[in-house]
């Protein structure tokens, strides 16, 4: 049966080969006995056919016994070696491909984490995790199954080709023709399956589209009683998937039969011919049961080169889309200012240690010299404009400061930028105009992984890791003891509904929290957040998913967390943003009020009726 092939061919074949020849090269010994291995395999039964001719002519229509002894007995352990290097070069050809796919894997993996938001923000999830499954997984199959199946059917037709010239070329005009019309074929499939195997690959990942969201949204589904309708749906799909699988199949399926069949017909006009030669005295029978047993078996190899060498491309298909990743820039991060653990002195100087004192300052690389900054949590805008797209600027001249321990709130419709301007402190975009500073130096000078060392945030989408309650908490500082585990979760108020599941803080987390209610899985974010403990902590929506009373019974808690730290929040509900220092009222990425509760309210402005409910932003 053919195997199936995608169609999906590389676009730029010689640069995916040199890419992928990186990766073989770290296993180029072991590559290299396989490739010895797989020639000593192949050219044992081009050997082993062609002695057919001495055989028959030299000893057993002479009747020499003796000598058809001896040449068998070499024949045997000629027979025996190509075993032993058949099934070599298949077992080191496993460690090698996995070996080469290990490290494709990690380099993946390890470019995934330096890749900047943006890269992700542009592609759906699905496709990012078909680098990381169909297309290595393809890829690891091809070096297992292909690589080296290849390079032997190569050796087979050449060499095949090459000797049935040699034992009789009036023979091989005929065996010519006949291939010719198998390869004619097999250009012609390959064509047709490929053309319907892009809509299988099409309607295959629509179906798969469709139960992944069926599954994730089967509540809603109940819910609303639409399971007739998504069952119908589903056959819609799985109909066309259908007639899809049947063009393909019926095509790569043909092509086998067709080259066996046309390779029968072949046999038989040789073997007739043939015949005849011998008899007239034209051709040694030796000459002629060689020259048979050639012909019947290069079907195989032809038919396994083609098939093999269209799913070796499919493969570079999928390592040129990994490597399109791999060529991607990484998240930008030039910052040379790092943060250091300091001892503050008697006389209030600061120097550098190795232990932890609870002190921190910025380690700031001067012309005269290092420079330590005090880490306090001082952030400012100074006419900041950026765009997630340069023609669309979703902020627009943002100037605003939030002076170490002041409680800063941003309020605003969905899309005003409340989100954006939290998320171009942490870095995760760059802006396109304007200064961000913190503590005074430019956030472009420091760090990236130093700076968000520095922060903490609790998002809107709590985003919970498969394992203990006790390690999500702890994700927030690695270090952490347990007590310390207890008591951020004691200050985010969790510690009550931990103890009273099954396990406490053993209990076991899967699915994102799928066992969790959504306020018990925020109130964890909460507790993360919390022992991680920053100078600058971000609340994006951080009780949104929390009731009013569990909200109230938090408060004392995110007060104490809040104590001394500078907070950014984003809320809907204006109630929890009274106590802010300055509250900011955004509207299509402009900052069109500012002030205090009791501010804004004696403006009788925009935050006046959105706090009594008479304007809402669009």
């Known amino acids: 049966m053919a195997r199936p092939i995608s169609g999906a061919k590389p676009k730029d074949f010689r640069y995916t080969w040199k890419r992928l020849m990186h990766f073989l090269a770290l296993q180029k010994y072991l590559l290299l006995l396989v490739g010895v291995l797989v020639i000593i395999s192949a050219g044992v039964e081009l050997i082993g056919t062609y002695l057919l001719k001495p055989i028959i002519n030299e000893y057993i229509l002479p009747a020499d016994l003796s000598g058809l002894l001896a040449v068998l007995g070499f024949m045997a352990l000629m027979y025996g070696g190509g075993v032993a290097a058949t099934y070599g070069y298949t077992q080191i050809m496993v460690k090698a491909a996995q070996k080469i ?177 011998a008899v007239k005295g034209w051709s040694d029978l030796g000459s002629l049961a060689s020259y048979l047993v050639f012909v019947r078996q290069l079907a195989m190899p032809i038919n396994q080169f083609t098939m093999q060498s269209n799913f070796l491309l499919s493969a570079m298909s999928g390592a040129e889309r990994i490597f399109e990743v791999l060529d991607q820039k990484d998240e930008i991060d030039e910052g040379k200012v790092t943060l250091a653990k300091v001892k503050i002195l008697d006389d209030g100087t600061m120097i550098e240690c190795n232990e932890t004192t609870g002190n921190w300052a910025w380690r700031h690389p001067r012309a005269h010299g290092v420079e330590l900054v005090p880490l306090k949590g001082d952030v400012r805008f100074a006419h900041v404009t950026f765009g997630y797209q340069s023609s669309h600027p979703v902020l627009k001249d943002i100037s605003l400061f939030a002076k170490p321990g002041q409680k800063i709130a941003f309020v605003g419709a969905t899309g005003a930028g409340k989100t954006t301007i939290t998320n171009l402190i942490n870095r995760f975009y760059e802006i396109s105009s304007g200064v961000i500073t913190y503590d005074g130096i430019d956030i472009r000078l420091i760090d990236k992984a130093d700076l968000r060392r520095s922060l903490s945030i609790v998002l809107q989408d709590t985003h919970l890791f498969t394992g203990t309650i006790a390690d999500n908490i702890r994700y927030g500082n690695l270090e952490a003891s347990d007590e310390e585990v207890i008591a951020a979760a004691k200050l985010a108020n969790a510690h009550s509904f931990i103890k009273r599941l099954p396990k406490g803080y053993d209990t076991m987390i899967n699915g994102d929290g799928g066992n969790l209610s959504s306020g018990q899985r925020q109130l964890l974010a909460i507790a993360r957040a919390a022992i991680h403990n920053p100078p600058v902590l971000i609340l994006d929506e951080a009780t949104s998913s929390i009731d009013t009373h569990t909200e109230k019974l938090i408060e004392q808690g995110m007060d104490a967390l809040m104590e001394n730290r500078t907070v950014f929040v984003i809320a809907h509900r204006l109630s929890t943003v009274r106590n802010a220092q300055a509250i900011m009222v955004l509207d299509h990425g402009e900052i069109i009020e500012r002030g205090t509760h009791e501010e804004l309210l004696a403006q009788k402005g925009v935050y006046y009726q959105l706090y009594t409910g008479q304007f809402e932003l669009e």
């Open 101 to 277: 796919v290990c490290e494709i894997r990690n380099a993946l993996f390890a470019k995934m984490q330096k890749l900047p938001l943006v890269f992700f923000d542009s592609r759906t999830h699905g496709d990012t995790m078909s680098r990381f499954t169909n297309d290595i997984d393809t890829l690891a199959e091809a070096l297992n199954n292909s690589f080296a199946v290849v390079i032997k059917s190569f050796i087979q037709i050449t060499g095949t080709l090459t000797l049935i010239v040699l034992l009789n070329w009036q023979l091989s005009i005929i065996v010519l023709i006949c291939y010719l019309l198998m390869f004619a074929y097999i250009l012609y499939s390959s064509r047709r399956s490929k053309y319907y195997y892009h809509f299988q690959q099409k309607h295959l990942g629509a179906l798969n589209g469709f139960v992944e969201e069926m599954v994730e949204g089967a509540k809603v589904v109940k819910v609303f009683h639409h399971e007739r309708e998504n069952l119908e749906a589903f056959a819609k799909k799985n109909k066309e998937l259908r007639n899809a699988a049947i063009g393909a199949l019926t095509y790569s399926g043909s092509m086998v039969p067709i080259v066996v069949s046309i390779s029968y017909v072949n046999y038989a006009i040789v073997a007739v011919v043939g015949g005849f030669m």
